[in-house]
């Protein structure tokens, strides 16, 4: 079984701060993860993707995130937030066979602060 | 290119209706998934289809049911309405199946009433 628990179901930063989104995932096989981000009254747009490659993965509009498996997390970072960025974050966790499903977490409100 | 869309955009039912949702897929793309997002929440899978064939199924009812067509565009119907199913239902496409590469669209907002 496979699951994702993303802490902090909303989470602050001020404008040109870090941004920190935690995730930690459960996978009894090598685990597929993924972050989507979904702006209001939008579907979910793919931000990056952990395939057993590098364990730092660089997505789109700055973002990136680090494959722990000793600590089975990974977390999504990004150095400076813009405005831009408020939005719905949803960590995800799938296995490599074509056959399995993509599980997701409950999501992560960023909100950014003037 | 297009991307995935989703008719329509929103609609109001009543409990005990029955709805049905529709799909295109991007051009290519012969798999798609259906999800609901109930708010607050992340997507749930509910079915996902191949080649007009169901390759998964989420753990929904039997009031659920899916549709793939010829042109790979696929519907979703929900029969006996609750007021537990309003949601974001979501539907994405991959060109493969358990493609981890899906593209989703924009969603149809449905409210029971």
């Known amino acids: 079984a496979q699951s994702v628990t993303q802490l902090g179901s909303h989470v602050s930063v001020s404008e040109g701060a870090l941004v920190l989104l935690r995730c930690n995932y459960s996978s009894s096989v090598p685990p597929y993860l993924f972050w989507y981000v979904q702006y209001p009254n939008q579907g979910l747009q793919l931000l990056l993707k952990?395939?057993?490659?590098?364990?730092l993965v660089k997505g789109i509009n700055g973002f990136e995130a680090e494959f722990k498996k000793s600590e089975t997390s990974f977390h999504l970072t990004k150095p400076s937030a813009h405005m831009s960025d408020a939005a719905e974050y949803f960590c995800a966790v799938s296995g490599p066979s074509r056959d399995d499903k993509i599980i997701f977490g409950k999501g992560t409100r960023l909100h950014i602060l003037p | 290119d297009a991307g995935v869309t989703q008719s329509p955009t929103h609609l109001i039912k009543t409990r005990g209706q029955h709805v049905t949702l529709r799909c295109s897929p991007i051009?290519?793309?012969?798999?798609v998934s259906w999800y609901q997002q109930v708010l607050g929440q992340g997507p749930q899978f509910i079915f996902q289809y191949y080649e007009k064939e169901e390759r998964g199924r989420g753990n929904f009812p039997d009031r659920f049911s899916a549709r793939q067509f010829p042109n790979y565009s696929s519907e979703l119907n929900v029969n006996a309405l609750l007021l537990g199913d309003s949601a974001l239902y979501l539907c994405?496409?991959?060109?493969?199946?358990?493609?981890?590469?899906?593209?989703f669209g924009p969603g149809t907002r449905l409210t029971v009433t």
């Open positions: 994405a496409s991959s060109f493969l199946t358990g493609s981890h590469e899906q593209y």
């Open positions: 952990y395939t057993s490659a590098a364990t």
């Open positions: 051009s290519g793309h012969k798999s």
